[in-house]
């Protein structure tokens, strides 16, 4: 008994994590139609700033991972200006060919400005934990799921309780509807990118913690990503979150009950699984063309 609460212990906080990992993802989906496949490597990029800043100020990477998140919103906005609207204007298919190209090329200038070395972020409690009679409760992981569920809670009150997020949620359902009762659908559009790429950034530092990691680390993680929200449902946040939950025990019970060589390869068994089994997730619902529920 001991080992299975531990195990789920386990499993529900990385699951935290990972559900602010992929919310930015799902999100980005369900109000523009856009398949990001950059994501991974903007996680990656939001773990080297991470460990970039805690090795040169000695900061904790967890609290660095706020000033990221400032940093990733810019990288979003920019990159949404300068290459997803403008695809979007001539082929909205083209944005998944672009996305592609931008996570391949992001790879390549992450190499070349910190290598290809493996990199990690060790806060002094990096190997401590709490003890709670007989079960162990690792600092990283809880501090870790702590700050994502804060910065989901965050978002969620961004998408419902102020204009922009109602702006947003109103594209989602209908752009040209949105359009015809004075929302600016194309700031509206910029800032959910933007919104979406700041998730990773803390994401990122969780991940500079959490793992060791290199520049082709963003090809396990956009496949990580892409279970949870095709599990979840694409374009639900909260699909997102019980996806990433539910993503965070398979490993956990992996590891625990059979091997852990084959942690990697749970992501890719669920994506089979959930597609042959229920293909619009656990909250999904029947894609339209003016967008997906957010």
């Known amino acids: 008994m001991t080992l299975l609460l531990q195990t789920l212990i386990f499993g529900v906080l990385i699951g935290g994590v ?3 990992m992929s919310s930015g993802f799902t999100l980005i989906f369900g109000v523009m139609e856009v398949i990001n496949l950059a994501h991974g490597a903007l996680l990656i990029l939001g773990a080297y700033l991470s460990w970039w800043m805690w090795r040169h100020t000695g900061v904790d990477p ?3 991972g706020i000033g990221t998140s ?6 979003g ?13 001539i082929d909205p298919g ?10 391949i090329a992001g790879e390549g200038v992450i190499a070349l400005i910190w290598g290809t070395s493996t990199h990690s972020a060790t806060p002094s409690y990096f190997n401590t934990s709490y003890h709670l009679a007989s079960l162990i409760i690792p600092k990283a992981q809880l501090y870790a799921c702590l700050g994502a569920i804060a910065l ?9 309780g102020t204009f922009l997020g109602r702006s947003i949620r109103a594209c989602a ?6 359009a015809l009762v004075g929302i600016n659908v194309d700031r509206c559009m910029t ?3 933007a919104i979406g790429t700041a998730t990773t950034g803390f994401g990122g530092a969780a991940l500079a913690v959490l793992y060791q990691f290199i520049p082709d680390s963003q090809d396990v993680w956009i496949g990580r990503v892409l279970c949870i929200v095709v599990l979840g449902g694409l374009g639900s946040l909260g699909g997102a979150a019980v996806g990433a939950v539910l993503l965070g025990l398979a490993e956990s019970m992996t590891s625990a009950y059979w091997d852990t060589r084959w942690t990697t390869a749970v992501p890719y068994m669920l994506i089979i699984a959930i597609l042959l089994v229920r293909p619009q997730g656990i909250f999904g619902t029947t894609l339209r063309r003016e967008g997906a529920p957010a």
């Open 152 to 160: 989901l809670a965050l978002l969620f009150a961004l998408l419902h």
């Open 173 to 178: 359902t209908s752009r040209d509807g949105a």
């Open 70 to 75: 400032v940093i990733m919103y810019g990288v």
């Open 94 to 103: 083209l944005t998944l060919v672009a996305s592609f190209a931008v996570a």
């Open 18 to 20: 990972y559900a602010l």
């Open 191 to 193: 800032q959910m990118f």
């Open 77 to 89: 906005w920019l990159l949404y200006k300068a290459v997803i609207s403008r695809v979007q204007r």
């Open 62 to 64: 967890l609290v660095l």
